[in-house]
C-alpha cells in the first residue's frame, strides 16, 4: 500500500469513524435530528473522497461530479446541523438549487469548455456561501447560550478554512495543468488538511453541545413540574433563593404568597381525578398570567402553590393576590396566605409565615386572602 494511498484513507476514514458516531446517537436519541444531519455530512464527504481518490476515474466526469456532489451535499447536511438545533428553517430549495448550479456549471467545464481553475474557482465558492448563510442565520438567534458560541466558533473557522482554500488555490504559484499535478499539488494537500480540521473541531463541538444541551434538558426535567408546568418544590426553593440573594437596593420589599385549592379532595371525589388535574393545571395557568414574567411561581405540593414577588410593596403583592383569587373561575375556589417583608429574609422564614397566614385564611372560612408581615422575629425563629 503506497504512502499517497494512506493519506487518502485519512479523511475517508474520519468521515467514516463520525458518521457512524452521529448515527447511532441519532438511533438513541431520535430527537436529536440534527445528529442525523451530521451523520448525513460525514457519510457525504467520506463518499466524495473515497470517489475522488480511491476509485477509479472512470467515466472521469461522472466521478468528477460524483465527487463535488458529495463535497458539496456534505457541508450542506454539516451546516444544517446547527440550524435544526436552534430549529431554524432549514432553506432547502436554496440548498437544491445551489447544488444543481454547480453540478451543471462543472459539467460545462469538464466537458464543453474543460477548465480545471474554472471547476476549482466554482467549487470554492459553492463551499463557501452555506457556510456563510447558516453563520448569518446562527448570528440572528437573540438567546445565545454557552453551547451556541461554541458552534459559532466552529462555522466561523469552517468560513475561515473554506476562504482560505482557493487563496491557496490561485496565490500560490503551482500547476493545475493536469490532474496528477492537482493531486499533488498544495491545493490538494489543503483540502484535505481543511476537511480533517473541520470534521474533528465540527465533531467535538457538537458533541459538546449535545451534552450540553441534555444536561439542561435534565436540569428542566428535575426543575419542572410536569403536571401544571411551574417550576416544582426544588425548582422554586432554587429559583426563589437565588432572587432573594441578589442585593438590589431597590427591592425593598419581598412578598411572596401560598394559594391552597379549597376542598379539592371533594373534587376529586366527585369529578375524579382526571378532572382534579384539569383544575391544577388551569390554575397554573391562571397565576402564572395574573402574577407576571417577574414572578417566581412554583407548585410546591399537590394543590398547593408559592409565589414570590421579589420587588412588590403590600399593594401591589395584594392586588395580585385578590386577583388571583377572585378571578379564577372554576369547580372550586382558593384560599391565600400571603407575607410581606420590608428587610432581607430568608426564604425558609417567609414560607413559614406564609403558611400561618394561609391556615388563618382556611381558618377563617377560606377563599379569602390573609395577609401577615415578616419580622425579625420571624427571621431568627
Ligand atoms: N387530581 C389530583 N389531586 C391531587 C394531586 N395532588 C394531590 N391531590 C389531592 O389533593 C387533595 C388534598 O386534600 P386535602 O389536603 O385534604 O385538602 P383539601 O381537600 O383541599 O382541603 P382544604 O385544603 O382544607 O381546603 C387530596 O385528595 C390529594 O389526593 C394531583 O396531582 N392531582
Redesign the pocket.
Known sequence: MSGQLLISLLSPSIGALFFAAFYLLWRNQPKLNYSLSAALGFLLSAAGFIVQDILPAWPYELHRIASNFGFLAGVCAFMAAPLQRRHIPIPVRSIILLIIATMTALFWFLTIQPNLAARIAIMSVSLVVPVAVTLILLLRVSDQRYSDRLILGVVWFTLLLSMLRPVVAFLLPQSFGNYTALEQSTYWGMVHFSYVMMSVTLAIVLFVAIALDLIDELHHQATTDS?SGLLNRRGFESAANSALTVSNPKRQFKALMIA???????I?DSFG?AA??QV?KSIARHIQVIAGDTAICGRIG??EFAILLPDHDETMAADIAESIRRDFDSLTTISIGLVISEQPATLSSLLGVADKALYAA?KNG?NQVFILHHSLEDQEA
Do not use: T, V
Not at 391552597?260 to 371533594?266: C, E, G, I, N, V
Open positions: 403536571l391552597d385549592l379549597d376542598h379539592f379532595k371533594s376529586n381525578h382534579g388535574d391544577i399537590g394543590e382556611k377560606r
